[in-house]
C-alpha cells in the first residue's frame, strides 16, 4: 500500500446547496468537510426571522487526495466545482483551516446575538410602524421591550415595543465580518 496524501481544497457549490455539498461529501466519501455556519435575525415579509446562513456563500472546504477523488467530489451533488486558477487547484493551508475551526468550533452553528444599545439605528419588523427607521434609546430586558424613538408626522415621538418587533439596521454578515474576525470573538459576537 503506498501512503496517499490529503490536503485541503475549496469547493464552489450551488447557490443555497453548503449543507447538502456539505452532507452528501460527508456520507457518500466519508470525507472531513468544514462548512461553518451563522444564525442571525433577518427582516423578511413575515416579519423578524431567524435564519442561518453560510459564513463563506457557495463555498465549503474538503480535505482528500485529490488525484484519487477528484472525479467523485465534482460529480457530487451540490457540488459545482473545485477552485481553480487556470489547471491549477490550489491547496488550503492546514493551519488556516485550524485556525478557522478554532474560530468557529468545527461545525458548530454560530448564533449571532443581536444586543441592542442607545444610539443603535434600527427598523421596526411589526406591528403599526413596520417598515420605520428608528434609534433605540433604551433597552428594558426584564420586559422584553425597547425604547424607540420614531419620527411620526415629523415629531419625534417615543415608543415602547417588543424587542422581537426591532432589527438593527446593520446586521448583515457584510456588517458582523469584523465582529467574527476579532481574536475574542465570543465577547464581540454580541453586535
Known amino acids: 500500500m503506498h501512503n496517499i ?10 447557490p443555497k446547496h453548503e449543507h447538502i455539498a456539505a452532507a452528501n461529501l460527508r456520507k457518500n466519501l466519508g470525507l472531513d468537510v468544514f462548512s461553518p455556519r451563522l444564525q442571525l ?18 463555498y465549503i472546504f474538503v480535505r482528500c487526495a485529490l488525484a484519487e477523488q477528484l ?10 466545482r473545485l477552485v481553480h486558477f487556470g489547471g491549477k487547484i490550489p491547496e488550503v493551508a492546514d493551519g ?9 468550533e468545527n461545525e458548530e ?11 443603535d439605528e434600527v427598523t421596526v419588523a411589526g406591528g403599526a410602524f413596520a417598515g ?16 424607540i424613538l420614531l419620527e411620526i408626522l415629523g415629531r419625534p415621538t417615543t415608543v415602547e415595543v417588543e424587542r422581537e418587533a426591532v432589527m438593527l439596521k446593520n446586521n448583515s454578515l457584510v456588517d458582523l465580518a469584523p465582529a467574527l474576525a476579532a481574536p475574542n470573538r465570543r465577547e464581540t459576537l454580541s453586535a
Not at 71 to 80: D, Y
Not at 112 to 117: D, G, R, V, W
Open 5 to 14: 496524501t490529503q490536503a485541503w481544497y475549496t469547493a464552489r457549490t450551488k
Open 41 to 58: 435575525e433577518k427582516l423578511t415579509r413575515r416579519g423578524l426571522v431567524s435564519v442561518t446562513e453560510p459564513l463563506f456563500p457557495c
Open 71 to 80: 472525479n467523485e467530489i465534482q460529480h457530487t451533488v451540490g457540488v459545482n
Open 96 to 104: 488556516i483551516i485550524a485556525e478557522l475551526r478554532d474560530c468557529f
Open 109 to 119: 452553528i454560530i448564533q449571532i446575538e443581536t444586543n441592542l444599545m442607545p444610539g
Open 132 to 147: 420605520m427607521s428608528a434609534y433605540v434609546l433604551k433597552s428594558l430586558p426584564a420586559k422584553k421591550r425597547v425604547q
